[in-house]
């Protein structure tokens, strides 16, 4: 019995013939994430989203995000819950720590839910900062329509492309170009922001800003367009200042992840970051 299920099981990078079922997965744990979501992540490390298939089904995936050498990040750790507690997410978690190794990565961050941590803790990651989802339901207010919606595809000034870089700790022009694509991109002078859609909500994130006046004027401006189903903004709990908008803007903490972290310590100007892009990407 044992050996027949082993053999029905086979770990595996995955593919655009799992959107789907990898879309279930997130919606069955209730996360945000769109097949769009999953397809930019085997976009952006086609040799770093790795699945378990059992019983001819996806029952557990892992992606990771490389940011050239400096840093990666590991997220969509799910298993199906009939799969749970069989070592399905150990030996993905195992697959993408090897393949960061690999490349030489040197530092490996991930956002914990209380059900991963465990997990995480016994490969060494050390808690490093609370990071928190917050999200505001629809409000009628002065709404556009879908096709008003400014999209802008015009790449961001060299002096943010800078800042997002000290925000962040590390390069992300790549992924910031992906998501771009699938994003409303508002820029100003001394911010920027990006909103696409999400499962249940819209999406607040990536946010950027010099200052707490320029990430309120951007953020503002954002969450006046349609938002078919309110907001969802994580944000990092060490920046008060996002603290202050969130809760201003009538947003409400919902739950509390720890952003986790192993190899070299690598931070960012987090007083500057306003809104990460996404539990999977940082
Ligand atoms: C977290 C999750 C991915 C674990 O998947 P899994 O395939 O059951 O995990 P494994 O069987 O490989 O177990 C991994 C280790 O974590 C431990 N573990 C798993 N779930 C746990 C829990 N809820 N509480 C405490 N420990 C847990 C296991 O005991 C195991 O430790 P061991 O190797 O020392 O026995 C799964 O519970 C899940 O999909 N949860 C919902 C989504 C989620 O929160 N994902 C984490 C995102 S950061």
């Not at 557990?60 to 799969?83: D, F, H, I, P």
């Not at 195992?94 to 016994?122: C, F, M, N, V, W």
């Not at 903490?253 to 970051?273: A, D, H, I, S």
Request: net charge neutral.
């Amino acid at each position: 019995m044992v050996g027949a299920q082993i053999s029905a099981e086979r770990l595996r990078l995955m593919n655009a013939g799992d959107l789907a079922q990898a879309a279930e997965l997130s919606s069955a744990a209730e996360w945000n994430q769109t097949p769009d979501d999953w397809q930019m992540l085997m976009e952006l490390q086609p040799q770093g989203c790795f699945a378990i298939e059992a019983d001819g089904r996806l029952a557990s995936t892992t992606t990771l995000v490389c940011y050239q050498k400096r840093l990666a990040w590991v997220g969509m750790v799910l298993t199906r819950a009939e799969y749970r507690g069989r070592g399905f997410a150990s030996r993905l978690f195992t697959a993408a720590l090897r393949h960061a190794d690999s490349l030489g990565i040197e530092t490996i961050k991930l956002d914990a839910t209380e059900q991963g941590r465990p997990l995480y803790e016994t490969f060494g990651f050390q808690a490093e900062q609370a990071v928190e989802r917050w999200s505001r339901p629809e409000i009628a207010q002065s709404q556009t329509s879908e096709s008003q919606r400014p999209t802008s595809v015009r790449p961001l000034s060299r002096h943010l492309r800078e800042l997002d870089s000290q925000a962040f700790g590390a390069d992300r022009s790549l992924v910031r170009k992906n998501l771009a694509q699938r994003s409303t991109v508002y820029s100003g002078q001394n911010a920027f922001l990006f909103s696409r859609p999400g499962r249940t909500t819209d999406y607040l994130g990536p946010c950027v800003a010099s200052d707490p006046d320029a990430a309120r004027t951007i953020i503002t401006s954002a969450i006046k367009d349609a938002a078919h189903n309110g907001w969802s903004w994580d944000l990092m709990a060490t920046n008060k200042d996002a603290v202050t908008l969130a809760t201003e803007l009538g947003f409400v903490r919902q739950r509390c992840l720890t952003r986790m972290v192993r190899g070299k310590p690598l931070r960012g100007r987090e007083e500057m970051v306003y809104a990460i892009a996404g539990f999977e990407l940082g």
